[in-house]
């Protein structure tokens, strides 16, 4: 299941791709009217049929596969390179187009497949020069360009390398920022729906079980009141901290907003869950949190096979509320 950040950088890659496949196709077009004007009819052809082949597929490539459009770009640029490679290899001037192919094969794929496509093409061009230059009368200026075209072709493979490994870096740490309560360091309500979906949907496939349980601190707003959101703030982020070290490395725990957390629990039924709310209920209750004693009320569900995630947290925000009219408690629902 794809996250909005993997959908956003999904369809910023396929942006890119059809940007190279206007370029392509305009450089076709191009090329097709050069290679006709000086009589090579077998090359302008294939010019201007791979840019007839390309207009079609990027406007109507949505109906394709997400990798369709991505696959296309790296075949037509083959073709322009294979095409160039064969068909003007004595004169080395289109050998300065090579050290685009790193950065193409990085943007248009990713790290993996850049890293292998980058080193595949080097290895095909290196072997094809030398072996056509036993056939062709290639100048000693060729022969330069080639050294030049290599160092350039390295060069931007190992920066389009790092500048991909970075940028994969900052997006997983942004994607980890923008998924955290910074003032109790748990998950926010954006880290807990996107990694409760990701339970529900195991649930759901292995029939596994899976309960929640959510709290609310009782009369919070009187802690506010009394001794300032200073000390609010005291007793979340060490409310937070506390219940972190209690629960299972395998349990999600956040924050909804304000005094209220939730606790999803897997393989646990409701009864289990209850249990473990109640442990939790009386140590908040015996332990002090900024020099206070509060307490806390708690609801309790368990997942119904084909339910959302929604109606899960509703049905849990109910019993919650049920406990709150009574205060230090738990209900199941």
Known sequence: MKNLREILIWKSRQNVARFYLWIFCILGIFLFYEDYHHGKITSAMFYIIVSVII???????????????????????????????????????????????????????????????????????????????????????????????ISAYLITAVISYFFEHNWIRTQKDLQVLSEIDFLTNILNRRGLENKFL?????????????????????????????????????????????????????????????????????????????????????????HKFANLHITASFGVTEYLHGETMQKMISRADRAMYRSKLKRNCVTVL
Do not use: C
Not at 63 to 68: E, P, V
Not at 99 to 126: A, E, H, M, T
Not at 205 to 226: A, C, H
């Open 55 to 149: 207009l079609p597929a990027t406007l109507f490539s949505k109906k394709h596969s997400d990798h369709f459009i991505d696959i296309l770009a790296i075949i037509v640029t083959f073709l322009y390179f294979l095409n160039r490679s064969f068909s003007q290899l004595h004169n080395a001037e289109h050998l300065i187009w090579i050290p685009i192919f790193p950065l193409l094969y990085f943007f248009l794929l990713n790290k993996k497949w850049g890293s292998f496509l980058s080193s595949v093409s080097l290895l095909i061009y290196i072997f094809s020069y030398y072996f056509y230059e036993q056939l062709n009368d290639i100048k000693p200026a060729g022969h330069a360009i080639f050294i030049q075209s």
């Open 198 to 286: 990701e339970y529900l949907d195991i649930a759901s496939r292995y029939k596994e079980n899976l309960s929640v349980i959510q709290f609310d601190l009782d009369k919070f707003k009187k802690i506010n009141d009394t001794y300032g959101h200073e000390t609010g703030d005291k007793v979340l982020s060490e409310l937070a901290a506390f219940i972190a070290r209690q629960i299972r490395k395998s349990d999600l725990f956040g924050r909804l907003g304000g005094e209220e957390f939730i606790i999803i629990v897997r393989q646990v039924k409701a009864n289990s869950a209850k249990k473990m709310a109640d442990k939790f209920r009386k140590e908040i209750e015996i």
